[in-house]
């Protein structure tokens, strides 16, 4: 038993992010980048703290890919449900976040050189 990656300081602590396929455009990204969706009652709902249980299906937080995603019946599918789901509360959380203005860039950092 250790315990000292507790004690040590996490100034620098950086866990890899872990990444996630987007079920309307099927692009992967960081999951940090990706709306969490969850199925109630035949219903979707937005689980923006990844709180909710149960299988989850991610996609970007914008109106096309939930779109895609729906106009392909990709979210019955990844959350293994059968039939359609009410998508409603979703697009109430994409509008709230519509208002903000523009998004934030997302930001690569991952640097490809070559040591030679
Ligand atoms: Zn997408």
Do not use: Y
């Not at 449900?81 to 930001?107: C, K, M, N, W, Y």
């Amino acid at each position: 038993m250790t315990n000292d990656a507790l004690h040590s300081s996490s100034a620098r602590h950086r866990a890899p992010e872990p990444v996630r396929t987007c079920v309307g455009c099927r692009s992967r990204e960081l999951a940090a980048g990706l709306l969490r969706v969850v199925a109630v009652d035949g219903a979707l709902v937005p689980d923006p703290r990844r709180r909710l249980p149960g299988r989850g299906a991610w996609v970007h937080p914008r109106p096309e890919c939930l779109d895609r995603a729906e106009r392909r019946s990709a979210f019955p599918r990844a959350l293994r449900v059968p039939g359609p789901l009410d998508s409603a509360e979703v697009r109430i959380h994409l509008g709230q976040q519509e208002g903000a203005g523009t998004a934030p860039a997302p930001s690569f950092t991952e640097d490809k050189v070559d040591p030679s």
